[in-house]
Every structure is written in C-alpha cells, then in structure tokens.
C-alpha cells in the first residue's frame, strides 16, 4: 500500500485543501503483486491525513498488508491483528519500545536484529498491547539501513525485507499512468470530475493488463496501449488485432 499525491492548483480546484497556497489530492492504493494490478484505491483531499485511508481499506485474513511509515498508526494497525493478518511497515525514529528478546540472524543477508518488541509510549502501549517484531537491516546496494516492524514471527527476515522492497510497485503503476494516460491534464475542475478521471485511468490500466494476462502476450503495457489505439473504433478480436499487428510491424516499442 502506497500514498500518490497530485498537485493542484488552488483558484482551479478550491475543494482540494492541502495547504494555505497549495491544493492536493492523495491516491491511497493497494497493489496486488499476483499479477501487479490495483485492488482497492481510495482518493481523498490532500488535507486528510494518510492514516484515515485504513479505516477504509477492507482486511483480509491471512494477506500481507505492506505501507510506509506515514500510515504507522497503532490502533488502526491492532485491526490487522485481530483479523488475522499481516502488516509490515518502517519504525518511526521516535518509537518507544522494550526489546523482550532477539532471534539468531545471519548478518551476511543484511539482517542486523531480529527482535520482539513491546511499546512502551503511554498511548501506543494502550492501542497495540500485543508484541511486534522489530527488524534491523543494511541494504548492500544502497548501504541504507532500515528499521521494519511487522506482526509477522514466522516469517524469515529476509523475506520480510523483500515484501517491503515489493512496495514501490505501486510507484511503477502510478508512474505508467501519468505517462501514458495523461493523468496530469484534468478535463474538468470539479472534485468529481478529477475523481472520475482517477478512476477510468486505473480501470484502462487493469483492462490492459488483464489482456497482457489472458492472452499471455509478450508485449510491454505501452505497446499494447499502442496497438489498442490503432483500432479503437473498429470492431476486431484482441487476438486478431495483435496477430495483424505483428505481421504489419508497423508500432515498436520505444521503451524495448
């Protein structure tokens, strides 16, 4: 799960608060990694603050629910738990806890501690009484070091870090839009329409990428918007229009 904010012009889009000066809608999203597509998408004015969007989001037992730090809210996280399922997310840098034990780690996977924790803070002791398990890790590419927390003891570490790692497919999805869906030009200045447009955007998205899948194609998601475009108002099989397509050549791939 994943925050995307677009900036808006205030005198255009007056209903969309962030700022003083500064309008702003944010896309709360939820990615699917079986198949990198959206599963839930929540939008709201950029003056409401991220952890509102879990309040929404539907829990499903057993999954695995991955955010960033900006959505650590003890109470709305102590929901997951009770319905059975997984949250991985960053610590804040003020976190107050006490470490009950550590877990043996193999440092050369870039583990550093694998901890059982326990909130110490006067609320947040109150809104997660439960133990969390707090893990410390160096990534050998960037020599960054992060600091995870989850509800998950079964899983290993390593794999923990890896779901996190999976986040930022969410940013692929958002940044295929802008580029190809001109999400960044609204055809209308209403908190409907803006919403509207959001919405037909990422239902194009999930229409392409259900026909990458079903027809088990080879092309990037560009190329068959592309070959989408060509025949838009004529009436063909998908697989007669890839098929004639392929035997033209005449669209490539710029991004292949």
């Not at 025949?231 to 033209?248: C, D, H, P, Y």
Request: proline share 2%; charged share 25%.
């Amino acid at each position: 799960m994943l925050l995307f904010m677009l900036s808006l012009c205030l005198n255009l889009f007056p209903w969309a608060k962030f700022r003083k000066k500064k309008g702003a809608i944010k896309a709360h999203t939820l990615i699917d990694l079986d198949g990198n597509i959206p599963a839930w998408l929540f939008i709201t004015e950029g003056s409401v603050h991220d952890v509102n969007a879990l309040d929404h989001l539907p829990v499903e037992a057993g999954a695995y629910y991955v955010m960033d730090k900006g959505y650590v809210d003890f109470k709305r996280l102590y929901r997951f738990t009770l319905e059975s399922a997984n949250w991985i997310t960053r610590a804040k840098d003020n976190m107050k806890f006490k470490r009950l034990y550590s877990a043996a780690t193999d440092r050369s996977t870039g583990i550093i501690c694998d901890q059982t924790i326990v909130l110490t803070g006067f609320y947040s002791k109150k809104d997660y009484p439960d133990k969390i398990r707090r893990i410390k890790y160096k990534d050998a590419e960037t020599n960054i070091t992060y600091v995870f927390i989850t509800n998950n003891f079964k899983t290993e570490a390593i794999t923990i870090c890896k779901l996190y790692k999976q986040r930022w497919q969410v940013e692929l999805f958002f940044k295929w839009i802008k580029q190809n869906l001109r999400i960044k030009v609204f055809y209308g200045t209403s908190k409907n329409a803006v919403y509207t447009q959001i919405w037909i955007a990422v239902n194009v998205y999930v229409l392409i990428a259900i026909i990458k899948k079903e027809l088990k194609s080879p092309y990037s998601l560009n190329k068959i918007l592309q070959i989408l475009s060509v025949g838009v108002f004529e009436k063909i099989q998908l697989n007669q229009a890839f098929t004639r397509i392929e035997s033209s050549n005449k669209i490539t791939d710029p991004l292949k």
